[in-house]
């Protein structure tokens, strides 16, 4: 009997996965194109896990029963093709970690949104007294988290390309806050292929699972499921739903009606985060006054409108998560002060038409920071009085400091990825703290 199990990909998923399969009493091998860390390599050695890194060989690949894909690996790669050609099922770590839990499961995806709403939701759930895992794309193995215990609730953060690679996967709640043009180079720049990979949150649901979704959301508006439809909306009162009047979150669910008025986070977008987050919590029958109080205390995630600081009168916040004009969109929405705006990186064929009328309105001056921006310098000229180029953190921020004022505000929001300069959005967020708090 063939029980052998190949894990493409040395990272935290990868290695979540590999452990709980070797738990689970496979014969497991990983295989790693680039290097692995120190720390990674010990811990397969350390549970007597085979791995190669610096390259895929596919004697060692092709004679598995199973392969457990990262994330990070395209559908287009050659070794996923080879795999498709042997009729070797590829699935997503999220698959098999599924497997292994009776947890009942809500799941969030979105172009923009989903960490914040998936650790809201945490945050209730945990203030209600579950026992809850919060996991997926914010960076915590599914996998790594259930080896030796389960929970009876589990939050994820789906990614599409962790939706990508799931067949059976099936959530309780599906939240799907909203789909705009991302990441469509994965995707042979096919915005239809991209929605596709959003949608499957909700193929595998039943008429018992619930489907919160963005009503405003035009390529939403008439999603088809086998779940109950549960509609948010900031243009039209819901019957059986959410939606926002008077600056007040309404939810109306199962011929009750809650009011949320005070919010810890700012920012309309984080109302609408809000009320998909307490609209699950209200299906997992979560008290209304436990939702409240944790509207209160929940404390936002770090490079998502991270305040920073406060020099000379002006306003530092680290949005280095926003790697995509529409999140740039919502971070410059919620600013209530002049901005001087740090954007730029890998530009993924970002369009800024969008963006037009708020900077117009609340940026002062534009910072670029990166090797690519001809396209942001092009699209911003004569929207703003002043646009200047960084080729480091620290040259940004300086800048930054020189053209703001009392009273303004200097907001990192990238727009763009961040593997030009930086390792990834975080060592950019902290690169960018860092030169903050050396002014």
Not at 124 to 135: D, E, P, Q, S, T
Not at 197 to 202: Q, Y
Not at 246 to 262: F, S
Request: aromatic share 8%; net charge positive; proline share 1%.
């Amino acid at each position: 009997m063939n029980n052998r199990i190949v894990v493409l990909g040395g990272g935290i998923s990868g290695i979540g996965a590999a452990l709980l399969a070797k738990k689970k009493g496979f014969n497991i091998f990983l295989s790693e194109k680039g290097k692995l860390s120190s720390a990674n390599k010990k811990i397969l050695e350390d549970n007597n896990i085979s791995w190669e890194q610096n390259g895929h060989s596919e004697a060692k690949i092709l004679n598995a029963k199973e392969v457990i894909k990262s994330p990070g690996i395209p559908n287009s790669s050659d070794i996923i093709l080879k795999l498709s050609s042997a009729k070797i099922p590829v699935i997503s770590e999220i698959e098999f970690a599924y497997r292994y839990t009776n947890a009942k499961i809500a799941a969030i995806t979105g172009s923009n949104g989903k960490t914040t709403t998936t650790l809201i939701l945490g945050h209730i759930l945990k203030n209600a007294g579950f026992n809850v895992l919060v996991a997926g794309n914010i960076g915590i193995g599914f996998a790594s988290s259930i080896i030796d215990k389960d929970y009876d609730y589990i939050v994820l953060e789906l990614s599409s390309f962790q939706l990508d690679d799931i067949n059976k996967f099936k959530c309780d709640i599906a939240i799907l806050l909203n789909i705009t043009k991302d990441h469509l180079d994965r995707y042979q720049n096919s915005f239809k292929k991209y929605i596709s990979s959003k949608l499957k949150i909700t193929k595998n649901q039943k008429k018992s699972d619930v489907l919160i979704y963005n009503s405003d959301d035009i390529l939403l508006k008439n999603i088809t499921t086998e779940a109950h439809k549960i509609p948010l909306s900031f243009l039209y009162p819901q019957k059986n739903g959410g939606y926002l009047k008077e600056e007040k979150i309404i939810i109306n669910l199962n011929n009750t009606t809650m009011t949320i008025q005070e919010l810890a986070l700012q920012g309309k977008h984080n109302m609408f985060n809000t009320m998909a987050a307490a609209i699950a919590a209200r299906v997992f029958e979560v008290q209304d006054s436990v939702i409240r109080q944790s509207m209160l205390d929940f404390k936002n995630v770090e490079h998502r409108l991270e305040f920073v600081l406060t020099i000379n009168g002006i306003d530092f916040i680290n949005d280095s998560k926003a790697t995509n004009v529409n999140s740039s969109w919502f971070a410059l929405e919620s600013m209530k002060k002049q901005v001087v705006w740090i954007v730029g990186g890998v530009d993924k064929g970002n369009e800024y038409s969008d963006l037009f009328s708020i900077v117009k309105e609340k940026v002062k001056a534009i910072i670029c920071l990166g090797d690519s921006n001809t396209n942001i310098i092009h699209s911003f000229q004569g929207k703003v009085e002043t646009i200047v180029q960084a080729s480091s953190m620290k040259e940004a921020v300086n800048h930054s400091f020189n053209l703001a004022e009392k009273g303004e505000t200097v907001l990192l929001s990238p727009a763009c990825a961040s593997f030009d300069l930086f390792k990834n959005f975080e060592d950019r967020g902290l690169q960018f703290k860092n030169a903050v708090r050396s002014l």
